[in-house]
């Protein structure tokens, strides 16, 4: 809020510190209500909610971008032109490229920490997909299978999850 004179009055409550060592943690309430849309990538947080990945592919048949891109692109970013919905095949298995354990989350982020940011190669994919192990430690070249959370979805990332994949 602004008063009159132009200056900004700070409402609602200061941060709290939580600890202090080996970092500054602090606990900031808001009260914020954040609105934003999927616009054109719809259909890919509509498929987690069933429990299916969809990446995307040029339709171009010129383009040298033939590949599928997850995290998907509503255009294609080589020719701009629009990309198709393919769905990957059950089940997502996929192998660990680069992993980081995550101490503390960012907010918004309702994981217990400490947890495992995992990058996956999937096949066919031509980029990286970014996602979190649910339980293990990950090593570099580990196979990870793609589980969802159709109950009680997010409507978010988090609801496409890996677990070590064992056959």
Request: aromatic share 10%.
């Amino acid at each position: 809020m602004i008063s009159k004179d132009k200056t900004t009055q700070f409402i609602g409550q200061p941060a709290k510190v939580l600890q202090t060592e080996p970092a500054v943690v602090i606990e900031w309430p808001r009260s914020l209500t954040h609105r934003h849309t999927y616009g054109k990538l719809s259909p890919f947080f509509m498929a987690l909610r069933e429990g299916r990945l969809l990446a995307t592919r040029c339709i171009n048949p010129e383009c040298e971008a033939n590949s599928l891109w997850l995290p998907p692109r509503a255009d294609c970013p080589d020719c701009n032109q629009p990309m198709e919905w393919k769905e990957m095949p059950q089940p997502v298995i996929g192998t660990v490229h680069a992993y980081a354990r995550v101490e503390y989350a960012g907010a918004g982020i309702e994981l217990t920490t400490p947890y495992y940011q995992i990058d996956v190669e999937l096949p066919g994919v031509c980029t990286i997909f970014k996602g979190y192990l649910a339980y293990g430690t990950p090593e570099i070249g580990m196979e990870v299978k793609a589980c969802f959370r159709t109950e009680n979805p997010t409507n978010t990332i988090l609801d496409i999850y890996w677990i070590p994949y064992e056959e």
